[in-house]
C-alpha cells in the first residue's frame, strides 16, 4: 500500500512537470511529446487508483488516437522551414526529458505490477477495482440522460464543423472562379490586342 502511494505521487509529479512543459514549449512537436508522458502518466495514476479501464482508454484514445491527430496538424500546417523543422526534432535536448519521464513511469508502472502480483500487498490505493463491466451500468442506468447529451453534444460539433468547412470550401471555390475569370479576361484583353 505504501508503494503503491509512493507510485501514485511519483506519476502525478510527472503529469504535472510534462503538463507544465507542455505549455513552456515553442516547438509544437516538443510539446506534443510531453503531452504524450502526462497522458501516459495520468493513465498510471488511473491505473494505482484502481481504474484499469480509464487507465487503458487514456492510453488507447488520448495517448495514441488524438495525440496522432495532433502530430498529423503539426505535420500539415508545416511551420518554419522544413530543414530547421527537422533539425529541432532530432536534437537531444528536444528528447531528452520526455524520454527519462517515460523511462520513470515504465518502472513505477512495473514495480507496481510487480507488487500487485507479490503476496504481501495490492499495488492499489483504491479498495476496490472498478470494472469495465461497472462503468456500464452506471452510464446505461444513473447516467443515460448525461449520456444521451453527450451524444447530441458531439452530433452538434459534427454538424458544426461540416458546415463551416464547407463554407470555406465554397468560398475557396469562388475566389478560384474569379481568379480564373479573371485570368480569361485577362487573356482575352491581349488577344484583341495583338489582333
Do not use: C
Not at 513552456?24 to 498510471?44: D, F, K, R, T, Y
Not at 491505473?47 to 500539415?76: K, N, Q, R, S
Not at 511551420?79 to 523543422?85: A, D, F, K, M, S
Request: aromatic share 8%; proline share 2%.
Amino acid at each position: 500500500m505504501i508503494g503503491a502511494t509512493i507510485g501514485f505521487y511519483l506519476l502525478g509529479l510527472i503529469a504535472i512537470i510534462a503538463s507544465l512543459r507542455v505549455i513552456m514549449q515553442s516547438n509544437p512537436v516538443h510539446a506534443l511529446l510531453n503531452m504524450i508522458v502526462s497522458l501516459l502518466a495520468i493513465s498510471g495514476v488511473f491505473f494505482a487508483l484502481g481504474a484499469p479501464f480509464a487507465g487503458a482508454l487514456e492510453i488507447i484514445v488520448y495517448a495514441g488516437a488524438i495525440m496522432v491527430l495532433f502530430v498529423f496538424v503539426v505535420m500539415m500546417l508545416n511551420l518554419g522551414t522544413q530543414n530547421e523543422l527537422e533539425d529541432s526534432w532530432l536534437t537531444s535536448s528536444a528528447w531528452a526529458v520526455p524520454t527519462g519521464l517515460a523511462l520513470v513511469i515504465g518502472l513505477v508502472v512495473v514495480s507496481m505490477i510487480g507488487m500487485n502480483e507479490s503476496a504481501t500487498g495490492s499495488a492499489l490505493i483504491g479498495t476496490q477495482t472498478v470494472s469495465a463491466k461497472m462503468i456500464g451500468k452506471k452510464l446505461f442506468t444513473e447516467y443515460l440522460l448525461l449520456v444521451e447529451i453527450a451524444g447530441f453534444l458531439l452530433l452538434a460539433g459534427l454538424v458544426s464543423a461540416y458546415h463551416l468547412a464547407k463554407r470555406a470550401l465554397d468560398d475557396e471555390n469562388v475566389s478560384h472562379t474569379s481568379l480564373l475569370s479573371q485570368a480569361d479576361e485577362r487573356f482575352a484583353d491581349g488577344q484583341k490586342e495583338k489582333a
